[in-house]
């Protein structure tokens, strides 16, 4: 009907005739009102010639505060999931001229304000990434952290979270930035969305390799995440018990025994185990069975409390790997290779329950999706013990192929970040992993990533080549690259703790810096400690070539055990996978002819050069 009588043109005619700021009040609401009532509607308002840049223009020019409450409230209704409405806004430089309303001490107009801004961000990479670039964050940072009113908190959280989309560094640097006491002030607050948020930071924070785990223990946060488990809200659910495993485990499999004790001290073990059997969503249960096995890894104690446990087994796990949903055999099989890793005993009662076969990892490991093929390649060489219908060598070597290929192959910050996580956990575990990854040419490859713009996938790779620095060769190839270019050195060292390297190949990087080595140019691109790309350039690098001070790290916690000391080859960690949240396109699996691993093909479809064959020893 509202088409019919020309109503948008009409009102947007108001709009651009009308000084009178009562009548444009009115013509404001009404196109805002027209656009929430349709989806198509919201499309027609968007596209009619004129109505976006007018009203731009509008916030720019109009003082009047009713007339900027109305406005803000029409533009979020006109954005609100409509990609192309949100784009044309933030192209016709809306943003500054919100930011600027958020600056009136006015709470109602505050909010509108704010809102509009999530509404412009929301499930937009391309909007997202332009608001970035006009720096709001920094006045919703300072809006959220200055605010006593309870309800333009959470709209500016809300607003924040949304801007910070699904890039991890952009997350890790908003969270960082919003403080751990004011996500724990979140997850204590009576706001679902506010649970939400707090719970989301407070994951993102834990992850990485300069992590915030003992930080967010040492503010008491974690039991505020335990209670949040008993919420009826599915998705904060899903969101704490990933953030508790984060929070249990860093990079590399290293668990932080003194959060996984705290989970045990508030019963948190016993509301996970009840979960994990009786929810009616899946992926609550494989998502608790994959945190039941990061909060015991390492911890026999805990390990112990788990399987006395009278509703525990594995053969639930297994029978989720069965599941249709691949998502949820995925994480399944990544449940059972925690619980297995460095664990012989628990191989064997896995084994004894039912054990797996390998053709459940084939659909995976052949998928088109490289998080399936990354995951699934750590799983099988975790497993290849008990993995009856597949020699251990050959699955071994097929997992251990795929990873080092997604490492050359790869463009995408996830999926490299996860593959040198998952390289981490391999070199300290069982014996020839370690050599049948440097037979691959892994340490070249990693020190590459050393220099990446991206500083999870940066900080990974430093703390593999950490581990492989223990493997006389690794650490040969290691001091030659760190040799001829000593800036290598200087990221390595600002991502793990001494503990975490050879000592001798520190002595031997000693001996290289006594003999002289080339110097650090002026004038090149820091990576230690610069913001994330979209919200920021690196700085500039102007240092010299003492590495006396390089392992200063950004955060006061550390990535290795609580007690310090570095985790051997015996040592149980962690799983940190880099989205806090469930994928949401699932790419089709393919299922067809059972295979074995020797017949997967070893070679990378998109590697340049033919790699040697890998040996494994059993």
Not at 382 to 392: F, G
Request: hydrophobic fraction near 40%.
């Amino acid at each position: 009907m509202e088409t019919q009588n020309n109503a948008i043109p009409s009102l947007i005619k108001v709009l651009q005739t009308i000084h009178n700021p009562e009548v444009l009040v009115e013509a404001s609401d009404c196109l805002g009102n027209i656009a929430e009532h349709e989806p198509r509607y919201q499309q027609l308002v968007g596209t009619q010639q004129g109505c976006i840049d007018t009203m731009v223009s509008l916030m720019e020019e109009q003082k009047d505060k009713a007339f900027l409450h109305s406005l803000c409230t029409s533009i979020g209704k006109i954005s609100h999931n409509e990609d192309t409405n949100q784009k044309a806004f933030v192209n016709a430089g809306v943003t500054p001229h919100i930011v600027a309303v958020t600056r009136l001490r006015n709470k109602e107009i505050q909010v509108s304000a704010v809102e509009a801004i999530h509404k412009l961000a929301d499930n937009n990479p391309y909007t997202q990434k332009l608001i970035l670039q006009d720096n709001v964050q920094e006045l919703l940072l300072k809006l959220l952290l200055t605010t006593h009113a309870e309800s333009v908190k959470e709209k500016t959280a809300l607003a924040l979270w949304a801007i910070a989309g699904q890039e991890f560094d952009v997350k890790r640097y908003i969270a960082e930035k919003m403080k751990v006491n004011t996500l724990i002030e979140f997850v204590n607050s009576m706001s679902e969305d506010l649970h939400y948020i707090g719970s989301e930071g407070l994951g993102v924070l834990a992850q990485g390799p300069l992590t915030y785990q003992s930080d967010i223990a040492n503010a008491n946060g974690i039991a505020p995440l335990g209670r949040l488990v008993r919420s009826d809200k599915e998705y904060i659910v899903l969101s704490v018990i990933r953030s508790i495993r984060y929070l249990c485990l860093g990079v590399g499999y290293v668990p932080h025994r003194k959060n996984q004790n705290t989970i045990m001290s508030i019963r948190g073990i016993k509301l996970i185990v009840a979960l994990m059997v009786h929810s009616r969503n899946e992926m609550i249960q494989v998502e608790s069975a994959l945190t039941l096995a990061s909060v015991s890894l390492g911890n026999p104690t805990i390990l112990e409390d788990i399987n006395q446990n009278i509703d525990f087994s594995y053969v639930r796990i297994l029978k989720m790997m069965y599941s249709e949903e691949p998502e949820v055999r995925l994480l399944a099989g990544l449940a059972l290779a925690t619980f297995a890793y460095n664990n012989v005993a628990q191989q064997k009662e896995i084994a004894d329950q039912g054990g797996v076969r390998f053709n459940c990892f084939i659909p995976f490991l052949q998928s088109n999706d490289e998080y399936y093929r990354c995951l699934s390649a750590f799983q099988v060489v975790v497993l290849a013990r008990i993995i009856p219908d597949e020699e251990q060598a050959l699955s071994s070597a097929a997992g251990i192929k795929l990873m080092v290929d997604l490492l050359q192959d790869s463009t995408s910050n996830e999926t490299l970040s996860l593959a040198a996580d998952c390289i981490a956990r391999l070199a300290h575990t069982r014996a020839g992993i370690p050599s049948a990854l440097i037979s691959i040419n892994v340490v070249d490859l990693l020190c590459k990533l050393l220099v990446s713009p991206a500083e999870q996938v940066r900080g990974c790779a430093a703390i593999a080549l950490g581990y492989l620095s223990y493997n006389h060769t690794a650490e040969r190839q290691l001091l030659n690259r760190c040799r001829n270019d000593p800036y290598l050195m200087r990221i390595l060292l600002h991502y793990t703790k001494r503990a975490k390297v050879s000592p001798s190949f520190l002595e031997a990087w000693k001996h290289y810096k006594r003999v002289g080595l080339p110097p650090i140019p002026e004038g090149r691109l820091s990576l230690i400690g610069n913001k994330p790309v979209d919200v920021d350039d690196p700085r500039v690098l102007s240092l010299n070539n003492d590495e006396s001070e390089s392992n200063t790290r950004t955060s006061t916690s550390n990535i290795i055990g609580e007690d310090g000391r570095m985790t051997g080859r015996s040592s149980r960690g962690s799983q940190s996978r880099q989205t806090a949240t469930p994928r949401q396109a699932h790419t089709p699996l393919h299922t067809g002819t059972p295979l074995n691993a020797s017949q997967i093909s070893l070679d990378s479809q998109h590697s340049s050069n033919s790699l040697r064959p890998v040996a494994v020893e059993d």
